[in-house]
């Protein structure tokens, strides 16, 4: 029970009006989770402000607020407390409620086992105590505060998880919850944006471990060579286990690694414990439990009864749980939180557990949002042991693509590999694979990749979908991990599959697909575009210049690609070593790469080129079939297609038209000739709307990959195609300015009465546009009109019709919120330029989501 008044004293608060309820059952983050008796929190941080759900959540039912600033709306019947700050009041009330009470905290912490670790701690302690272990899904400082909602005075310990995700964070854990006791399963260094080099991370656990008093516990696992970095409390008594070595308290050795579960003997003293067995799965988690073990007999429990009571010790949602998958396969979910080292464990798991006949298949999301800072030799040993331990790896992600480029560079063989960006292509990916009862499927990723949907996909029995975490609530909780720049890119990779999938019901039977992706794929990031359009049945890609081409195929991308400009003479030798067309538009061109081939001494891939009336590179019509012949001459060039451009085949269908009767002109005696020319091709995404003849075999898709209407003649209805990028930024700041304020560069917006004006750090070096200027954005779903000139990397929006707006509050530029959305079409009409424009100089500079 949760009680007002324990808040309010422990944490200096103030009540606003009468007080309805007072006692609560739990905590409530998410107005979609309210209810009676519930208290909700709002948060506020850097990333984020829930102020603003504070209506929704009173509408839903919840019985008392904890805020920083009191609702407007009306709030009777629901009690209001304010505090500083309800994270810190949180932690206050949970250190007042621990010593009013005299419950002992046993504090679990580190990079892996720590939730198997405190549900052993709690199955063994509570043999002879009673003991308070909740587990909760969000993560941090305010997780703590949140799981222990369900304190009790009969309470005699409470083990708790001293999670972590910043420095500082375990300091005030440390101050507000007094630990007794210190038990760590690995110390494994974890590198994220917060601990920068594993040296903070150390020193951040060693705030712990150096505060246990005199005759408390730390109880660590020995074979952790991490642990030597710990400084440790002299005074407090250290217990070490092991699974290897005789020196420790607890040992278990003879362990039996199989499909569902582990066995082993435990070693305690000179007493000997033979064949005990736990439905957990992988040796690693052995550490948890003979942490348990060792936690027990400080706190005076027989080794038989702790031994026994760890009998009903059952796999944890998304932490190695196994179930019986698709076709009869072993699928085990460990989809609760990846980093490096925990994957490594289970990886050893994997490879001890199967059978020559088995087949291994890996699937492996990003790691946890918050290691976005790369590791790169965690991943190169990652991708060895994917090489030599797994059979056939899924990898989805940015991160996860890299793991699974480290696998290939060991020797794992490419057709084993799949690189996918979202959860429809990971299943596909996985379906393609014909499971049955002889494969192991393993599924692991951080939060926020939300494997457990996939694990659901592949579920061969509908009821154990309740044993699956729900991370679902975890994009909309404080755990919401944000770039550092203050704005970025979002994109929807699903979108992106989903809009290839749509031109593919466009093209005719005999067409296939090159995907345009050139500049960056229109600045969505052309290595993942790339891999998504080729999953999706792209067949070619397109890009325009030889750099680009060189950045794919750097990137373990083997599928043709045709370089669609201008490239040096100098790079005609890399262009054939690497597999790479080039356009041949000009008998010139075509002569000095023949003579570069020649002198290097293969052959160069080559479409040719025709200009029937878009101006710019090509052969004019006219000269085309003498060009043609001339080629044919070259020995060094070989002829692979022959195109032509459209240029305005979203506007002209005439036009358009008489350029296609043009360019069959001169197809008519080429193709005469009986020669076989594999590609003919015309059509970009406009043009394939309008152009239907099977004369052209491919078409060149760029603008409709990225989900925006490429044509006002034939536009595709709305809702078929979806745009894959969202632009946003967060407010910086909010200011009441007075009547005839200025606002920004050269006075060019005076307030014409008291104005709310909202400051975003964002300006035309992101990729907006001074003049002519961006006009609104989306500010809760509603549109705010810019105000005063846009600087280099600043602007100002008017937001006096906003509710509830606070500092951190999310901002849309492009992109979709609430029922409003603002497109790069709407954009590109502001500004006077067309979408492709829009997103192409939305700076590559902005870190991508
Ligand atoms: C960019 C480009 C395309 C793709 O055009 P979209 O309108 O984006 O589909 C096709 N062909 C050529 C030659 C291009 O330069």
Same mark, same amino acid.
């Given at each position: 029970m949760i009680s007002l008044y324990d808040i309010l004293h422990a944490a200096n608060g103030q009540l606003f009006g009468e007080p309805a309820s007072h006692l609560f059952t739990d905590f409530c983050l998410d107005p979609r989770d309210a209810g009676p008796s519930l208290l909700y929190v709002a948060i506020r941080s850097p990333k984020q402000d829930t102020h603003q759900y504070i209506e929704q959540a009173i509408q839903n039912g919840v019985s008392g607020v904890l805020c920083i600033e009191p609702p407007t709306c009306d709030a009777s019947g629901v009690s209001i407390l304010m505090v500083d700050e309800p994270v810190e009041a949180l932690l206050l009330w949970a250190k007042a409620t621990l010593t009013k009470l005299q419950i002992k905290t046993l504090a679990v912490a580190g990079s892996s086992g720590t939730s198997i670790a405190i549900e052993s701690i709690g199955?063994?302690?509570?043999?002879?105590?009673?003991?308070?272990?909740?587990?909760?899904?969000?993560?941090?400082?305010?997780?703590?505060?949140?799981?222990?909602?369900?304190?009790?005075?009969?309470?005699?310990?409470?083990?708790?998880?001293?999670?972590?995700?910043?420095?500082?964070?375990?300091?005030?854990?440390?101050?507000?919850?007094?630990?007794?006791?210190?038990?760590?399963?690995?110390?494994?260094?974890?590198?994220?944006?917060?601990?920068?080099?594993?040296?903070?991370?150390?020193?951040?656990?060693?705030?712990?471990?150096?505060?246990?008093?005199?005759?408390?516990?730390?109880?660590?696992?020995?074979?952790?060579?991490?642990?030597?970095?710990?400084?440790?409390?002299p005074n407090a008594h250290l217990k070490i286990v092991s699974i290897h070595e005789f020196g420790a308290d607890w040992m278990a050795y003879n362990i039996i690694t199989s499909s569902n579960g582990t066995g082993f003997d435990v070693r305690h003293e000179n007493e000997r414990y033979k064949g005990r067995w736990f439905p957990i799965l992988g040796e690693f988690n052995l550490y948890s439990v003979l942490l348990a073990l060792v936690t027990g007999e400080f706190y005076k429990i027989a080794d038989a009864d702790a031994l026994k009571s760890l009998t009903n010790l059952k796999p944890l949602p998304g932490h190695m749980n196994p179930f019986i998958g698709k076709n009869g396969c072993l699928l085990v979910d460990d989809?609760?939180?990846?980093?490096?080292?925990?994957?490594?464990?289970?990886?050893?798991?994997?490879?001890?557990?199967?059978?020559?006949?088995? #087949?291994?298949?890996?699937?492996?999301?990003?790691?946890?949002?918050?290691?976005?800072?790369?590791?790169?030799?965690?991943?190169?040993?990652?991708?060895?042991?994917?090489?030599?331990?797994?059979?056939?790896?899924?990898?989805?992600?940015?991160?996860?693509?890299?793991?699974?480029?480290?696998?290939?560079?060991?020797?794992?063989?490419?057709?084993?590999?799949?690189?996918?960006?979202?959860?429809?292509?990971?299943?596909?990916?996985?379906?393609?694979?014909?499971?049955?009862?002889?494969?192991?499927?393993?599924?692991?990723?951080? #939060?926020?990749?939300?494997?457990?949907?996939?694990?659901?996909?592949?579920?061969?029995?509908?009821?154990?979908?309740?044993?699956?975490?729900?991370?679902?609530?975890?994009?909309?909780?404080?755990?919401?991990?944000?770039?550092?720049?203050?704005?970025?890119?979002?994109?929807?990779?699903?979108?992106?599959?989903?809009?290839?999938?749509?031109?593919?019901?466009?093209?005719?039977?005999?067409q296939k697909l090159m995907a345009v992706i050139k500049a960056d794929a229109y600045g969505h990031g052309a290595v993942p575009v790339a891999r998504v359009a080729l999953l999706n049945g792209a067949d070619y890609l397109a890009v325009a210049n030889i750099s680009e081409a060189l950045t794919l195929r750097q990137n373990g991308i083997t599928a043709p690609i045709l370089v669609m400009g201008y490239i040096p003479i100098d790079a005609v030798s890399m262009a054939i070593r690497e597999n790479i067309t080039v356009a041949l538009y000009s008998l010139e061109i075509a002569e000095m790469y023949n003579r570069a081939a020649n002198e290097y001494g293969d052959i160069l891939k080559g479409h040719i080129k025709i200009d029937t009336g878009m101006g710019r590179l090509g052969i004019f019509a006219d000269d085309a079939v003498k060009a043609f012949r001339h080629m044919l001459t070259l020995k060094s060039l070989v002829i692979e297609g022959i195109y032509t451009h459209f240029s305005s085949p979203d506007s002209n269908r005439d036009y358009t038209n008489q350029q296609v009767d043009t360019f069959k002109r001169v197809l008519r005696p080429i193709l005469a000739s009986g020669l076989k020319i594999p590609y003919i091709h015309a059509s970009n995404s406009a043009g394939m709307l309008i152009v239907d003849d099977p004369i052209f075999n491919l078409v060149r898709v760029g603008l409709s990959l990225y989900g925006l209407n490429p044509s006002s003649i034939a536009p595709i209805k709305s809702g078929l195609l979806t745009p894959i990028l969202s632009w946003k930024t967060v407010i910086a700041q909010i200011k009441e300015f007075p009547p005839q304020a200025m606002i920004g560069y050269s006075n060019t917006y005076q307030t014409s009465e008291r104005e709310k004006i909202a400051i975003l750090p964002v300006g035309y070096a992101d990729g907006m546009r001074r003049s002519p200027a961006w006009k609104e954005v989306l500010i809760h779903g509603k549109r705010a009109p810019i105000v005063g000139r846009i600087s280099m990397e600043k602007c100002a929006v008017k937001v006096d019709h906003i509710d509830n707006i606070s500092l951190g509050d999310e901002v849309v530029l492009i992109g979709k919120q609430g029922d409003d959305q603002i497109t790069a079409d709407e954009v590109a009409g502001w500004l006077g330029t067309i979408s492709y424009e829009i997103i192409t100089s939305v700076m590559p500079r902005q870190p991508r989501h």
């Open positions: 199955l063994v302690l509570s043999q002879k105590y009673s003991v308070h272990y909740d587990q909760v899904s969000v993560s941090g400082r305010l997780g703590v505060a949140l799981s222990l909602a369900k304190i009790q005075p009969e309470h005699d310990f409470a083990v708790i998880k001293f999670d972590t995700q910043q420095m500082g964070d375990m300091a005030i854990l440390v101050e507000c919850l007094n630990p007794v006791a210190a038990i760590i399963p690995s110390s494994a260094c974890v590198i994220t944006d917060a601990f920068q080099s594993c040296a903070d991370w150390y020193a951040e656990l060693s705030i712990l471990t150096a505060a246990i008093p005199d005759q408390g516990l730390i109880a660590l696992n020995q074979d952790d060579p991490e642990n030597r970095h710990l400084n440790l409390a989809s609760f939180s990846a980093n490096p080292a925990g994957t490594l464990a289970i990886l050893d798991w994997l490879e001890k557990i199967k059978n020559e006949d088995q #087949r291994t298949i890996f699937v492996l999301g990003d790691m946890d949002a918050n290691s976005r800072h790369y590791d790169m030799v965690a991943y190169r040993n990652l991708g060895k042991k994917i090489a030599e331990g797994v059979d056939i790896l899924i990898a989805q992600g940015i991160q996860a693509s890299e793991i699974a480029r480290s696998a290939l560079a060991h020797g794992m063989d490419a057709n084993n590999v799949t690189i996918t960006f979202g959860l429809y292509d990971s299943v596909q990916a996985v379906e393609r694979l014909n499971l049955d009862s002889n494969d192991i499927l393993l599924v692991k990723g951080g #939060r926020q990749t939300r494997l457990e949907l996939f694990v659901s996909h592949f579920l061969s029995q509908e009821s154990d979908k309740q044993q699956l975490v729900s991370q679902a609530r975890v994009e909309s909780n404080e755990n919401l991990v944000r770039p550092l720049s203050p704005s970025w890119i979002e994109l929807d990779y699903n979108a992106l599959s989903a809009n290839l999938r749509y031109i593919q019901s466009r093209l005719l039977d005999n």
